[in-house]
Every structure is written in C-alpha cells, then in structure tokens.
C-alpha cells in the first residue's frame, strides 16, 4: 500500500477542518478548498467526528482538501487519528472544483464502539 508523501492532498472532515480543534496541525499546508466525497458514506459524530467505510450509504460528505507540504504533517496526522488502528488512511476519490481528485482520507474502524442511533450528517461544522 503507497504512503503519504509532501505534496499529495488530504480530505479532512472533522476537527482538522478550520475553526477546529486539531487545524493547527495543517498550518504548513496549502488549502485548495471545499471537497466532497464522490462516493457516499456515513459520517456520525460521537464524542468526534467519525467517517464510516460503508459504501454508498449517508451523504456525500463535505469537508476541505489540503496539500500537505511538510512530510512530518503525515506523523502527526498518524498520531492524532491513532492510523491504522482507531482510523485507517486510505487514498479517496474526492470532487474538488468540479474536478475529480485523490486525497487521503481517514476512516473511523472501532464501528461496533459507537452509540447505537447516531444519524449520519452531510457536513461537521467545528466549533472552536
């Protein structure tokens, strides 16, 4: 499986978004915008938000696409998301400008660990 590199994109969906908790960590990255999922998927938030990897359920999610220029950004990332064991990085088809792009994207793996009825959303707006 490739790893992350300077220069590849990266789909946050969640508390890295800006205005969230954890966005001080993409400080050496360049925003390229908005992005959506070109594939449905539910994102339930519990304690945070959680991208779940079940295909064509929930929405198109929305969140921001970066370009991560600072190789030791994908450690930290690593470490904050606890990859591969609370969330797995994988490479995601995103639309980003009406352009179709891939970006690595962080899935949340501890599904049954959830709260039974958690409602998938379109978008997680971080509150600071």
């Not at 352009?99 to 709260?115: H, R």
Request: include cysteine.
């Amino acid at each position: 499986m490739p790893e992350p590199k300077s220069g590849d994109l990266f789909f946050t969906y969640g508390t890295l978004k800006d205005g969230g908790k954890y966005h001080h960590i993409l400080h050496k990255s360049e925003r390229l915008g908005p992005g959506t999922t070109k594939i449905p998927y539910p994102l339930v938030v519990a304690e945070y938000p959680c991208l779940l990897d079940q295909r064509d359920e929930g929405y198109h999610v929305r969140g921001e696409v970066y370009r991560i220029l600072d190789p030791q950004c994908w450690e930290q990332l690593d470490e904050l998301e606890d990859h591969p064991v609370e969330y797995r990085r994988r490479l995601e088809l995103i639309d980003l400008n009406g352009s179709t792009v891939q970006a690595w994207t962080y899935f949340y793996q501890l599904v049954d660990q959830l709260p039974a009825g958690l409602e998938p959303i379109e978008e997680f707006e971080p509150e600071n």
